[in-house]
């Protein structure tokens, strides 16, 4: 039985960031899952109360055998990062393992292991001022909608397939006490270029744009839905799809796969067409979530329609952040969770 130490990144009077979710929330959550799994497999876990200074978690951390501490990225970039501290070769070894493990588990970009010296700060006190071997895990990036998309489908699979990699990569026990442990298999830090399944596949280049339209699609190696897992799209997220196999396997009514950007196949069955003659919306070419500056007095609606209820306005030269846009009866919608509580929508006009 191992002595472990999980933490969440931020607590008490030590706020941590804020974009489209608040990272408080998702480092608790992601605290319960991973500490949950840990005592399961038989380890005793110190952990924090919601209300631990740095100073506090470093001092309890002392006497552990190993330490996972979780936080949420922000700053516009996308995908899991984990920290070591810098000159541990143990450490390095764990957040690679744990952070192999998250891009797997959710598809999400590997942005791979960083040392602690190249943090903007010089160092990180919870790595480098403590003694087990620990990690640093950056969950995902919470300015990201599609980050922010993958995460709630797939918070909790994420966070025990960390937390299993970290503790096969600490050599003990890694599976629920009772069960018996499954072989790993490595992960490759970054996906491999995709190629097609089969030479008989008909490929041709295509370079039209599509637009997804399921919640959240699948990018697989090849043309076939028992392929690898590369990363995912979510609903109303457009690529590139730089060539087309006319064959491949049947997904409803279709046999076309569409390559994503370079990265990997998805199935037509799920996405369509972009129309180059489709007439240009004024707001089609926002971003997906951000930032924007109202042009003119605009209603805040309940629903992504001018025939829903006005609850307020927003006046010309008044910013909104939104995190999804969409479209609609003609319109692009921005859209944003209201100080109620309640999602809301505004149209460019």
């Known amino acids: 039985m191992a002595n472990l130490k999980i933490w969440m990144g931020h607590s008490g009077a030590e706020k941590g960031a804020v974009g489209l979710v608040v990272e408080d929330d998702i480092t608790r959550q992601a605290r319960i899952w991973s500490v949950e799994y840990a005592r399961s497999c038989g380890h005793s876990v110190g952990t924090d109360n919601d209300d631990m200074s740095l100073s506090q978690r470093i001092a309890a951390s002392q006497n552990g055998d190993g330490l996972i501490e979780w936080h949420v990225n922000s700053g516009g970039g996308t995908g899991i990062e984990v920290w070591y501290s810098t000159g541990s070769a143990k450490g390095k070894q764990l957040a690679q393992a744990v952070v192999n493990a998250g891009a797997t588990a959710s598809g999400m970009q590997n942005r791979g292991v960083k040392a602690s010296n190249t943090n903007r700060f010089g160092s990180l006190g ?5 003694k087990p071997a620990a990690v640093l895990v950056e969950l995902f990036f919470l300015d990201s909608a599609s980050d922010v998309a993958v995460w709630n489908a797939h918070g909790k699979e994420m966070v025990v397939a960390m937390t299993k990699a970290f503790l096969e990569s600490l050599g003990v026990q890694s599976t629920p006490t009772g069960q018996a442990p499954t072989p790993s298999k490595p992960s490759p830090s970054s996906p491999a270029p995709s190629q097609p399944a089969k030479s008989e596949y008909e490929v041709k280049a295509w370079n039209k744009r599509q637009v ?31 060539r087309i196999i ?6 409803g009514k279709y046999r076309s796969w569409f390559e994503a950007d370079g990265w990997g196949w998805v199935s037509g069955a799920y996405v369509t067409e972009i129309k180059a003659s489709t007439p240009k919306l004024k707001g089609s070419d926002l971003p997906n979530s951000g930032r924007y500056t109202f042009t003119a007095n605009t209603n805040i609606r309940s629903n992504a329609s001018t025939g829903s209820s006005v609850v307020g306005l927003y006046s010309k030269g008044q910013s909104v952040i939104y995190d999804s846009k969409i479209i609609a009866g003609g319109y692009v919608w921005l859209s944003y969770i209201g100080a109620s509580g309640n999602r809301r929508y505004v149209a460019v006009v």
């Open 246 to 251: 006319t064959n491949g396997e049947l997904v």
């Open 126 to 130: 919870i790595l480098d001022r403590t």
């Open 212 to 242: 997804v339209d399921i919640d959240v699609l699948n990018v697989r190696t090849t043309a076939t839905s028992q392929s690898k897992l590369v990363r995912k799209l979510v609903k109303g997220q457009t690529f590139n799809a730089t």
